[in-house]
């Protein structure tokens, strides 16, 4: 059987892949890139819309990135690094819209304002503290803060109407919030790829085999479920971009970096209401604090979405534990996970986070009832008959070793990569999606070390993200030239 060669092999057909896939074409139209997914279409396991929060992760609105000390104080510096992150991907966005590869960007992204919203003396002291600390920031410039019953009726009546008028609530607002449909980008993205020469995408094609030969390349082989035609690829990069398929690859890969890390799984489930006269009042991102246990993704937020151009109203995610670690993977998939290297960290983390485990049984128990009474803390008016429950997607968190010896349950994304560059892939959950293009160019960087120091490719750089090497958490200049371009491009507002 002849080998396919190829120069990169993305595993996975997400935004990841289809991120990191669209650079490289743009840093090298050269490259031969071949992309293996392992279901009958792209984007349909993390990245497809129903399958993620579609927030433009900014920490505009989500209150887990800003906490607070134990001494009262509000720390910031994690939403400023994400917020300059997302920056990034709506730069390379907007390029991708001007050079006419993507279509109208309200295909795939649509302004939503960005709020958060508490009630509680405390919770409402803490919102204000926040919203001092972030306002004084040229990324947070814009955001507002209120405590006035009339401006919240303004800015989010499905929330306050018909709640108790005593009760002491607050909320701030960024209008150039966004909502996206990273299931329409990423298959947007992909198509034009297919447009192009030297690439080709395989299609129901799950990898069964990855190991490295001695001269570096990479031998992976897939076989096509459809026809039973087994593949076999070579490549000299290979990205592992499978969401929690990424985590049994990067074990397969048996590289020195991938020896430690575990992955602790946790599914979602979404309450939908596609009733347009409810659907029409509430149209902005309301986040809250999260349940003392709660896993960051299960951050409660009453979201007005638009997926494949269709508006709905969701609410959750309400979180629930399972061992697959994909939502069309296998009950084995986290025992066929553990292994002699990742066995301490995976015990010492289920030891240490029993009231994690807890909070994610009593979510799966969960009646409609008990649902739909979470969400009338967001939407007191709320009916159970106008809202569905519908699976979201899986999470598979990291668990790494910790420097004491045991382990560390991670909540953030991760890039592990081989010593070589040959191979790297992604780990871990939110904010994923919205800062992929942040995260590829880290892949690149690592792992086309001695290309990406050329001039022409920091030339193509630069033009792709106009920001590149230069920081937008300290240049505000910069920023509001970045700013005002990509909020224009993407209809997403103005900015002053």
Same mark, same amino acid.
């Given at each position: 059987?002849?080998?396919?060669?190829?120069?990169?092999?993305?595993?996975?057909?997400?935004?990841?892949?289809?991120?990191?896939?669209?650079?490289?074409?743009?840093?090298?139209?050269?490259?031969?890139?071949?992309?293996?997914?392992?279901?009958?279409?792209?984007?349909?396991?993390?990245?497809?819309?129903?399958?993620?929060?579609?927030?433009?992760?900014?920490?505009?609105?989500?209150?887990?990135?800003?906490?607070?000390?134990?001494?009262?104080?509000?720390?910031?510096?994690?939403?400023?690094?994400?917020?300059?992150?997302?920056?990034?991907?709506?730069?390379?966005?907007?390029?991708?819209?001007?050079?006419?590869?993507?279509?109208?960007?309200?295909?795939?992204?649509?302004?939503?304002?960005?709020?958060?919203?508490?009630?509680?003396?405390?919770?409402?002291?803490?919102?204000?503290?926040?919203?001092?600390?972030?306002?004084?920031?040229?990324?947070?410039?814009?955001?507002?803060?209120?405590?006035?019953?009339?401006?919240?009726?303004?800015?989010?009546?499905?929330?306050?109407?018909?709640?108790?008028?005593?009760?002491?609530?607050?909320?701030?607002?960024?209008?150039?919030?966004?909502?996206?449909?990273?299931?329409?980008?990423?298959?947007?993205?992909?198509?034009?790829?297919?447009?192009?020469?030297?690439?080709?995408?395989?299609?129901?094609?799950?990898?069964?085999?990855?190991?490295?030969?001695?001269?570096?390349?990479?031998?992976? /082989?897939?076989? @096509?479920? %459809?026809?039973?035609? *087994?593949?076999?690829?070579? =490549? !000299? &990069?290979?990205?592992?971009?499978?969401?929690?398929?990424?985590?049994?690859?990067?074990?397969?890969?048996?590289?020195?970096?991938?020896?430690?890390?575990?992955?602790?799984?946790?599914?979602?489930?979404?309450?939908?209401?596609?009733?347009?006269?409810?659907?029409?009042?509430?149209?902005?991102?309301?986040?809250?604090?999260?349940?003392?246990?709660?896993?960051?993704?299960?951050?409660?937020?009453?979201?007005? /979405?638009?997926? @494949?151009? %269709?508006?709905?109203? *969701?609410?959750?995610?309400? =979180? !629930? &534990?399972?061992?697959?670690?994909?939502?069309?993977?296998?009950?084995?998939?986290?025992?066929?996970?553990?292994?002699?290297?990742?066995?301490?960290?995976?015990?010492?983390?289920?030891?240490?986070?029993?009231?994690?485990?807890?909070?994610?049984?009593?979510?799966?128990?969960?009646?409609?009832?008990?649902?739909?009474?979470?969400?009338?803390?967001?939407?007191?008016?709320?009916?159970?008959?106008?809202?569905?429950?519908?699976?979201?997607?899986?999470?598979?968190?990291?668990?790494?070793?910790?420097? !004491?010896?045991?382990?560390?349950?991670?909540?953030?994304?991760?890039?592990?990569?081989?010593?070589?560059?040959?191979?790297?892939?992604?780990?871990?959950?939110?904010?994923?999606?919205?800062?992929?293009?942040?995260?590829?160019?880290?892949?690149?960087?690592?792992?086309?070390?001695?290309?990406?120091?050329?001039?022409?490719?920091?030339?193509?750089?630069?033009?792709?993200?106009?920001?590149?090497?230069?920081?937008?958490?300290?240049?505000?200049?910069?920023?509001?030239?970045?700013?005002?371009?990509?909020?224009?491009?993407?209809?997403?507002?103005?900015?002053?």
């Amino acid at each position: 059987m002849a080998v396919r060669q190829a120069d990169v092999v993305l595993i996975g057909g997400g935004v990841m892949s289809a991120t990191l896939g669209m650079m490289l074409r743009q840093l090298d139209p050269s490259l031969d890139i071949v992309m293996v997914e392992r279901l009958d279409h792209v984007a349909h396991e993390s990245t497809d819309g129903w399958n993620n929060a579609g927030t433009g992760h900014a920490g505009y609105c989500e209150l887990n990135y800003t906490p607070e000390t134990d001494d009262g104080d509000v720390t910031i510096e994690r939403a400023l690094k994400i917020n300059s992150s997302f920056e990034v991907s709506l730069q390379f966005w907007s390029y991708l819209v001007e050079q006419g590869m993507l279509p109208d960007p309200k295909t795939f992204i649509n302004q939503t304002p960005h709020q958060s919203f508490v009630w509680g003396e405390k919770n409402v002291e803490y919102l204000r503290r926040r919203y001092q600390k972030l306002s004084g920031h040229h990324l947070f410039r814009e955001m507002q803060f209120t405590e006035s019953p009339r401006v919240l009726e303004e800015w989010m009546p499905l929330v306050v109407r018909n709640r108790d008028p005593m009760q002491p609530v607050a909320a701030t607002r960024v209008e150039h919030g966004a909502d996206v449909d990273f299931g329409s980008l990423t298959r947007s993205m992909v198509e034009y790829l297919e447009t192009t020469t030297n690439f080709e995408l395989m299609l129901s094609s799950p990898v069964h085999y990855l190991a490295q030969r001695d001269n570096g390349r990479w031998k992976v /082989r897939v076989k @096509n479920q %459809k026809t039973g035609e *087994l593949t076999k690829l070579e =490549a !000299g &990069f290979v990205f592992l971009g499978a969401g929690g398929g990424a985590l049994p690859m990067l074990q397969k890969s048996n590289i020195e970096e991938s020896k430690g890390y575990g992955g602790f799984p946790v599914s979602g489930q979404w309450l939908v209401c596609q009733k347009p006269e409810i659907v029409e009042q509430h149209r902005s991102k309301v986040y809250g604090k999260a349940p003392i246990g709660a896993p960051p993704m299960s951050v409660p937020h009453l979201d007005t /979405r638009i997926i @494949n151009g %269709k508006p709905a109203l *969701l609410f959750g995610p309400f =979180a !629930g &534990f399972t061992t697959r670690f994909l939502k069309q993977g296998s009950v084995f998939d986290l025992l066929g996970s553990v292994s002699p290297t990742n066995l301490g960290p995976m015990l010492s983390v289920s030891r240490t986070n029993m009231d994690l485990t807890r909070y994610l049984i009593g979510e799966v128990f969960q009646s409609h009832s008990e649902r739909v009474d979470s969400l009338r803390n967001y939407f007191p008016d709320a009916q159970e008959d106008d809202w569905k429950l519908q699976d979201a997607g899986q999470r598979v968190q990291i668990i790494k070793k910790s420097p !004491g010896g045991g382990g560390k349950l991670e909540f953030g994304t991760e890039i592990v990569a081989a010593k070589d560059g040959s191979l790297a892939a992604l780990l871990g959950a939110s904010p994923g999606a919205s800062t992929a293009v942040h995260a590829m160019i880290d892949v690149i960087e690592r792992c086309f070390g001695d290309r990406i120091q050329l001039p022409e490719w920091q030339e193509r750089m630069k033009t792709m993200v106009n920001s590149y090497g230069q920081s937008l958490v300290e240049d505000e200049q910069l920023l509001k030239t970045v700013r005002g371009r990509t909020l224009s491009t993407l209809k997403l507002g103005s900015y002053s």
